[in-house]
């Protein structure tokens, strides 16, 4: 049997979440319809964005899980560097660069309030 892991992440618009996304990781959507869309993050690995699943997400609604973006590598300057370029792109952030054991790492949000961390890869 062939497995994937797809990370879905519940957004009000699709559309805008894909460029949104997009611009973080420099990637195009891999597959778009009206309500779904994907982006090809390496073998065996998607990332979806579905809409039309729950009505008017609210980002102050408290988030129970969050996509992490594991860098390659993910020295701290790397991870910092990344922090700089979505902080000027206006990337809500909600914890700034810290040290939790297995590294730096940074907590963002998307405009839906979906939490999205970046560390080191494992």
Sequence with gaps: MSTSVVSIVYVN???AAARFYGDLLGLS???ETPGYITFDLGPGASLAL???QFEDLAPAVPRASEVCLAVEGGRPDEITAIFERWQSKGVTILREPHDVGFGLTFLAADPDGNRIRVA???
Aim: glycine share 8%; no cysteine; aromatic share 8%.
């Design 29 to 31: 959507p891999s597959l």
């Design 13 to 15: 618009d699709a559309p």
């Design 50 to 52: 579905w809409s039309g």
């Design 120 to 122: 080191p890869k494992d």
